[in-house]
Every structure is written in structure tokens, then in C-alpha cells.
């Protein structure tokens, strides 16, 4: 049952040219590890800026076959655990977090219950953390403290995430080269599962320094690696300062205007839930979410939604026709239940049903942002 559910929920993911699940199995291998060797119901307290990526490796239903019973964020005041026996927190190296994590072993132990602690570091420890934490006085509170070698998030099937959104600001204004490290442990990762890239082409000073860090690390691997036929035949580096305007333009495909209007973060986007009041629950891989004082519905935004990946990287202007025909189809399929007389026809007909209300979920949600798209598209073009 675990393995097949997994299976269902990566399926997108094995759909494109290369198999990137394969990259999302070996992240969920290295942190249920690590689950695994802390004993007890766990609670797991999140740095909030690594929530929406490990959505990406595991999800809660994962979790709790781990004893997982309560996740909740690293706060101050907050008390992390209600009955857990063993606490865990999950964190980026970063040292605001480490006196938050301080602040809340701190008030746990004071509270006399008995628990354990245990935390993990993602991508990896650093030395600051680590004394940081012995400056709070609470690395000896810890019974574990891991490293999670995390580099790469399967967003979907063509696409992979680092979750760095600071690097360039950590590279060009602070002169911190430690993510061009986490680059050139991604590519091994890859190389590692996919075989031996022959090519690399680069260009900048961040581009190589990553090659020169990616050829040290290969000397690493182990030699069966060389025997894999390599499913990439090249890589290209570039660094962001070789091209700074393009992030400034105003994007214009289906996919890009979801980002410029709703932003798009972690391959989810958020609308508000009254533009949805007509539209009935699921459908197209969406996960419906509700908060109680601003309702807003959260949509799955990846290649397991059909349509959504055959009009995500069309221009705006050739998503209205295409959708139009779609509905067309739509109807006529609708209309075949009509003609179906025998039991066999009704049955073909039920069966293709699902399909069809599937599609038709996610027609009535594209339209609805057409006329906004339409506003963004004029002004982009009219400057």
C-alpha cells in the first residue's frame, strides 16, 4: 500500500524525457533514515522557508506511518510538542533559526516532560550553527544532530529546484560561495543517477567555479558509475549576472502570468476561494485549502493537469482558441450519453466520465482568469 500510493503520487514525474522520481526517491530515502532513528511519536518543528519544498519528498500521510503526530513551525512562544516523546527540528543552516530552536528547548525542558531532541540540518551543518547552538548552551540538549544531503526538489517532470532563492544576493553582495558548492553536489546526485554527463559548457565566474568543484567531487563516485550509459548529454552553467534583464520583463505565457499576478511558489498558487465558489472539490491534481479568516484555495500547479500541461508554456493569445475547443469537446462528449442505449454503451460512457468532469474543472478555472490575464497582457504590450 505505501509503495503504491508513493507510486500514484509521483506519476507525473516519470512522464517526461528523463525520470526525475528518481531524484524524489532518493530524498525521501535520506530523511525517513534519519526519521527512523529517532524513537517514539516525533513531533516535527519546520523552519517555515522548508515546508514547501519537502512537500516535494514527503507528504503528511508518509509522515505519520514515522510516528509523526503533530508538525508545526519554529517559533518563539510556541510550544512545539503536545505528547510526543521525541521532538525534531528541520532546518536550513541559518543562525536566527538556532536561537529560535534555543528559545524552544528552553521552555520545554523547563516544562519537566522528558522528551528528546533532535535536529536536522538541510542541506547540511554548518560550523557557525554548530556554535551558535553551544553559545545558547543547548547542543548538549540534543540526542541527534543530522545531516539531510538534500540539494534537489522534483517540481515536476522537466523541472528541478534547488530552493535557493538567496544565492545570488549570498554570492555577489556578500561574497558567501557556499551554494555553488550545493551546485556541484546536485549535478554529482544527478551523474550519481543518471551516469556520467560528458559535457559541460559554462560561462561566468560562478559557472566555473562550480565545474571545477563538480570534476573534484567526481573523482568520488564509484567507478560503476562510468559503466551507466548517460541519459544527459551535456550541462550548461550560467550565472544569473550574465543576463539580469529577463527576470524584469513582464511574462506573457499561461504559466507566467499565474506567477506575475498570484505569484507561484513551491508549484502551488493561491486565489482567493470566493473566485471558486461555483466549482465543486478536486479534480486535475488540485489540493483544496481553507483559512477560516482569508479564504483562499491552493492549486497544484505540475504536469499531472493534463490541460494545465499542454497550455502552461503557450503565449496567453493561443490559450483562449485552444480552450474554446477543448469546451467544444467537452460538450459533444457530454452529449454522448444520449446515444448510449445498450449496457455496454453506458458503461463505456461512465467510464470515460471522470475524465471528462476532470477537464471540465479545469476549463472552468482557467476562464476564470482570463479577463485579468487579458488586463496584464495589454499593459505589457502597450509599454
Known sequence: LYSSRLQMAASHLSSGRIDVSRVRDAARRHFLELLDRCEGTKALVWDESMTGPFSFVADYSVLKERNVTKMTIIQHNTPPADNEQHVIFLTRPKLDVMERIADCIRKEERSAKGRDFSVIFVPRKTLMCDRKLEELGVKGSFANIFECPIDLYPVDSDVLSMELPLAFRECYLEGDFTSMYYVARSLILLQSLYGIIPKIFGKGE????????????????????????????????????????????????????????????????????????????????????????????????????????????????????????????????????????????????????????????????????????YIVSVRAVSC
Open 206 to 373: 560562478c559557472a566555473k567555479r562550480v565545474a571545477d568543484i563538480m570534476m573534484r567531487l567526481r573523482k568520488d563516485l564509484p567507478k560503476d558509475v562510468e559503466t551507466v550509459a548517460p541519459e544527459f548529454d551535456s550541462v550548461v552553467l550560467l550565472d544569473r549576472n550574465v543576463d539580469l534583464l529577463s527576470p524584469l520583463l513582464t511574462q506573457l505565457t499561461y504559466e507566467g502570468l499565474l506567477d506575475e499576478l498570484f505569484g507561484v511558489e513551491n508549484g502551488r498558487c493561491k486565489f482567493s476561494a470566493d473566485k471558486f465558489s461555483g466549482q465543486s472539490e478536486g479534480g486535475g491534481g488540485r489540493v483544496p485549502q481553507q483559512q477560516p479568516e482569508n479564504p483562499t484555495k491552493t492549486i497544484m500547479l505540475n504536469s499531472s493537469d493534463d490541460l494545465y500541461a499542454e497550455i502552461r508554456d503557450l503565449n496567453f493569445y493561443a490559450v483562449g482558441p485552444l480552450l474554446n475547443a477543448k469546451a467544444k469537446r467537452i460538450r459533444e462528449a457530454f452529449e454522448e450519453r444520449h446515444g448510449a442505449k445498450t449496457v455496454g454503451q453506458i458503461k463505456q460512457f461512465v467510464s470515460k466520465l471522470s475524465h471528462i468532469q476532470g477537464i471540465r474543472i479545469s476549463l472552468s478555472t482557467c476562464r476564470l482568469f482570463e479577463g485579468q490575464f
